[in-house]
């Protein structure tokens, strides 16, 4: 494998919640996705999921509270728990989850993007 500049990376898209597979490691996959606004509300029922920022600012609703998210900060939303990430513009983060972990769980939206359509970059 190759080193993996992760700004570089972040610069080959534009798209909003459309995470770009970058590396796998032990069943694990390590996504960025760019994000503004709201995602949706979901969940995952045998994943947790790990969220980096990088820049901006992201916000994880859970039902018990808010979990604010600047640079350099990271949240582990733990599996079953529901969730709706909601991003400042131009917010850029990582995820790091299962390769099993559908992007919005059990919820079908015009955002979702399905596994199989997921990019590596």
Request: glycine fraction near 6%; hydrophobic fraction near 40%.
């Amino acid at each position: 494998m190759s080193r993996i500049n992760i700004n570089e990376k972040f610069a080959l898209f534009d798209e909003e919640w459309t995470p770009k597979i970058i590396a796998e490691s032990n069943g694990q996959l390590v996504k960025i996705a760019k994000g503004s606004g709201e995602l949706v509300w979901h969940k995952h029922d045998n994943e947790d999921e790990l969220f980096i920022v990088f820049k901006g600012q992201l916000t994880l609703k859970l039902q018990a509270g808010n979990i604010v998210l600047n640079p350099g900060e990271m949240y582990i939303v733990p599996k079953g728990i529901e969730h709706c990430p909601v991003a400042k513009p131009d917010t850029h983060f990582m995820m790091i989850e299962p390769a099993s972990t559908a992007h919005t769980g059990e919820i079908e939206t015009t955002i979702t993007i399905s596994q199989d359509k997921q990019e590596w970059i």
